[in-house]
């Protein structure tokens, strides 16, 4: 089978999670003997096609700043065809995989133009990030994703959570569900560089570790980590450092404000990016990860937690509960709670065997329920499906 891909992220350009699935999950189904194209925007001095994993990766021109977001992601659609034309004047396919409403325009005129099976993965929706659609813009984004929808012979979800909220909000009757995973080897301890030197940028010996990596933005509950924090740093007079990981534009600088105000700022560090071979090595000497989301359909920086054999706090919100499994292979808290976070969180830094006892959970379970070899044969599935539903019309 030979697959056109549509994404807007593909390492090394990582903006949330559709980069990591896609580099992950592709590769699989290669090795399964399939060919895969994967066309995606110009990332630096990358060049314009190139074999990654066994992956064909196209990238057409970066339209320029994306600022306002939405007639780049307009001007990107118009490259993203104009480029898929010529590759298929050159090659035949048998579907396409759009990854969410970035590509939704592309794919379906390629759809119209071709009658290729189109297979969408939602990996989240406007009115989930948001709490509703809010104004003209959140209008438009909503509108790419009711189409993509409606246009797909098969859509996939990572998640029950989006399962429900696409057939609710988005109106699509029927989807697969297919986990996110992680490839644990990739997260193997470094052992090259100075643990306790690490460690002493960051907190001093008796002090624990608390982080938070990811996007900064709203729906992530960055802010309920704060008031949460006030509260594990009375119950634990004092001795922790919370480390914030991760590109927020003007939410960091709120964010500082915040824990200012709260007299907590000389406890936090916010680093702002950091590689992943950094963040590898940071990992082994955080106590604690601890992710409160308000919306998140699945959570992929849980599973990098467990295979780094951190300790994972989380918020019940969307599939995080599906992730981690409370008592089991982490703690789950209440969403929009600090008191039920500082809990959590509380549970973990207080209890050493017991965190020791998650993490060995949490880590087993990657390759049970996480394992990318067994989702890109799901995957397939979808695609089987898709290509025999398109026959028979």
Known sequence: MKILVLTWEFPPRLVGGIARHCAELYPEIVRMGHEVHVVTVAFGTEPQHKVVGGIHVHRVDDPGVPDPFLPWVRDLNRNLLEYCHQLLAKTSFDLIHAHDWLVAAAAIALQSKTGLPLVSTIHATEFGRHNGIRGDDSTEIFNQERQ??????????????????????????????????????????????????????????????????????????????????????????????????????????????????????????????????????????????????????????????????????????????????????????WKNNPDSLAWGILEVLRNPSYSKWLTDNAYSELSQRFYWPHLATQTLAVYEMAVASDAKA
């Open 148 to 333: 993509l929808t409606d246009r797909s012979t098969e859509v996939i979800v990572c998640s029950n959570y989006m399962r429900e909220e696409v057939h609710e909000v988005l109106g699509r009757t029927h989807s697969h569900i297919i986990y996110n995973g992680i490839n644990p080897e990739k997260k193997q301890r470094p052992q090259n560089f100075d643990f306790w030197q690490l460690r002493r940028t960051y907190a001093a010996d008796h002090e624990k570790i608390i982080y938070y990596v990811g996007r900064m933005t709203p729906e992530k509950g960055i802010f309920l980590l704060l008031d949460a924090a006030s509260i594990v740093l009375w119950e634990m007079e004092g001795a922790v450092k919370l480390v914030f990981i991760g590109k927020g534009d003007g939410n960091i600088e709120a964010l500082k404000r915040k824990a200012t105000d709260l007299g907590i700022g000389e406890k936090c560090y916010f680093t702002g990016f950091m590689s992943d071979q950094d963040l590898d090595k940071f990992q082994t000497v955080a106590d604690c990860a601890v992710f409160p989301s308000l919306y998140e359909p699945f959570g992929i920086v849980a599973l990098e937690s467990f295979a780094s054999h951190v300790p994972v706090v989380v918020s019940d919100a969307g599939g995080l509960p599906e992730v981690v499994r409370h008592s089991q292979t982490g703690i789950v808290t």
